[in-house]
């Protein structure tokens, strides 16, 4: 997990075969980082990452854990995936997500993309 305090970014890194609970574990490092800037959102690099193993029911158990604040909403949270049928499926996960909570969430092509679309969230 890096921290970006300046343009108010969280990103994970994800490599190898990635489950909900890589996710999840993620989520519990957020959960324990002290926030002493305005977050504006997430940056998940999925670029090195397997997500043949993430499927509905892990988006549905990640999603569940989210803390409360990230609920509210207002967040902007980008993922980047290396592959084509990676995005297909993390397009899923944009569809799911509005059962959730009211965040923003785009895949993206470029982890250069990625965080500039963040960081410029108005909140």
């Known amino acids: 997990m890096q921290i970006d305090k300046e343009a108010g970014i969280i990103e994970f890194r994800l490599t190898g075969v990635v489950s909900a609970d890589d996710i999840l574990t993620g989520i519990k490092l957020f959960n324990a980082t002290a926030l002493d800037f305005p977050l504006r959102g997430f940056v998940w690099d999925m ?5 043949s193993n993430y499927d509905y029911e892990g988006m549905e158990r990640v ?5 409360p604040d990230a609920r509210l909403g207002k967040l902007r949270i980008a993922t980047v995936p290396a592959k084509l049928v990676d995005r297909r499926l993390l397009g899923l996960w944009e569809a799911v997500a509005g059962k959730y909570d009211d965040n923003e969430r785009q895949v993206l092509i470029s982890i250069r993309e990625a965080r500039v679309w963040v960081s410029q969230n108005p909140g």
């Open 47 to 51: 670029r090195d990452a397997d997500l």
């Open 63 to 67: 999603f569940s854990a989210n803390p």
